[in-house]
């Protein structure tokens, strides 16, 4: 059983996002401790600008209420973070600051385009320092 259970999200797409903390669970002693993680990607600052004042922090706080109203529904304690950032990277950092030992991520099926690019489950599979679980 895996101690902390990093499970990000993308509000997007909820569904699977729900698929991937049973799964969680499943990996989860008594004891530990399951992170919901959704991240926000950064606007570049001369897009920011021309948003209406308050615009992002509207975002924050509704994947907030998403993500907590999520949380609640299980019988366990999971804690809910909402970050800013580049997706992949930020999910390897709060892996490192949290000393998660299992990432549970959903993944969509890869395009042409994925081959190349690599999408964000396979960016955060090829550098996590945890074991990290993908869900198709």
């Keep these: 059983m895996h101690k902390t259970v990093l499970v990000p999200i993308d509000i997007a797409h909820l569904r699977e996002g729900k698929a991937t903390i049973d799964i969680a669970l499943a990996n989860a002693g008594e004891d530990s401790s399951i992170i ?17 004042r308050g615009t992002l922090d509207k975002s924050k706080q509704a994947a907030y209420q998403e ?52 999408s964000t489950a396979a960016k955060v599979v090829r550098h996590a320092n945890c074991s990290v679980h993908v869900v198709r």
């Design 36 to 52: 919901l993680l959704n991240v926000i990607e950064d606007i570049p600052k001369w897009a920011a600008a021309q948003l209406p």
């Design 67 to 118: 993500l907590n109203a999520i949380a609640q529904s299980f019988s366990v304690p999971i804690e809910v973070d909402i970050r800013m950032g580049h997706t992949y990277k930020v999910i390897l950092d709060v892996a490192e600051e949290k000393k998660a030992d299992l990432i549970v991520i959903a993944s969509h099926r890869p395009g042409f385009q994925d081959y190349y690019l690599g």
